[in-house]
């Protein structure tokens, strides 16, 4: 909750296009999120286990790959945007 409102809070005071939410993994059809990515510039794609922590880089094994192309982007964002929706509602 805290971290979800202080990034939404940041987007409006800087007017950025940004918005974070909390996903509602039942309404997704699943139980657990596990998997983290980014998307960027439309050809990059980050598909990983690895927790944003310190702790995860330093003592996990954990494992990312990043991938170039607009076809594999385009495929995990409709994942992306197809979750996001049923995660907000």
């Known amino acids: 909750g805290k971290t979800v409102a202080a990034l939404n809070q940041l987007a409006d005071d800087e007017n950025l296009d940004l918005e974070a939410s909390i996903a509602k993994v039942k309404n997704m059809g699943i139980t657990y999120i596990h998997n ?12 990983s286990s690895i927790n944003w922590n310190e702790n995860a880089i330093e003592k996990n094994r954990e494992a990312a790959v990043i991938l170039k ?11 992306f945007n197809r979750d996001w929706e049923l995660g907000r509602n």
Do not use: M, P, S
């Open 36 to 47: 983290k990515g980014a998307l960027v510039d439309g050809n990059i794609t980050l598909v």
């Open 69 to 79: 192309g607009a076809a594999i982007h385009n495929y995990y964002l409709e994942l």
